[in-house]
């Protein structure tokens, strides 16, 4: 299984930027999927997640700001970051679980698959 991210890139604050997770060596469909993210300093955290059944999973700091998607006809999960903040800096993981219940979703341990990270860079 392969996982590879995208998308990251310096933007000014109030920006936008699309990540984008492409997954290869595994059934898509029934895949979950997720964004963490890990700023300096900080330990990762979790940021975003779709369930293979569609259901979408977000922490507070972004509710209203991103969006998480999949189009599993291209093996691809993608995160819309809009209205940026510096805040949001941080270097950008997506993770995949086959097996993942609902409880754990938001969990890192929940994922047994990870890709690279792809760094977000928000300027004030």
């Known amino acids: 299984v392969q996982l590879q991210a995208s998308g990251g890139g310096l933007v000014q604050a109030g920006g936008s930027l699309r990540l984008s997770c492409a997954a290869s060596?595994?059934?898509?469909?029934?895949?979950?999927m997720a964004w963490f993210r890990q700023a300096p300093g900080l330990e990762r955290e979790f940021v975003a997640a779709?369930?293979?059944?569609?259901?979408?999973y977000y922490t507070d700091s972004v509710k209203g700001r991103f969006t998480i998607s999949r189009d599993n006809a291209k093996n691809t999960a993608y995160l819309q970051m809009n209205s940026l903040k510096p805040e949001d800096t941080a270097v950008y993981y997506c993770?995949?679980?086959?097996?993942?219940?609902?409880?754990?979703?938001?969990?890192?341990?929940?994922?047994?698959?990870w890709g690279q990270g792809t760094l977000v860079t928000v300027s004030s």
């Open positions: 060596g595994i059934n898509f469909r029934s895949t979950s």
């Open positions: 779709i369930k293979w059944t569609r259901s979408e």
């Open positions: 993770a995949a679980s086959t097996t993942i219940i609902t409880s754990e979703m938001t969990k890192q341990r929940g994922y047994e698959y």
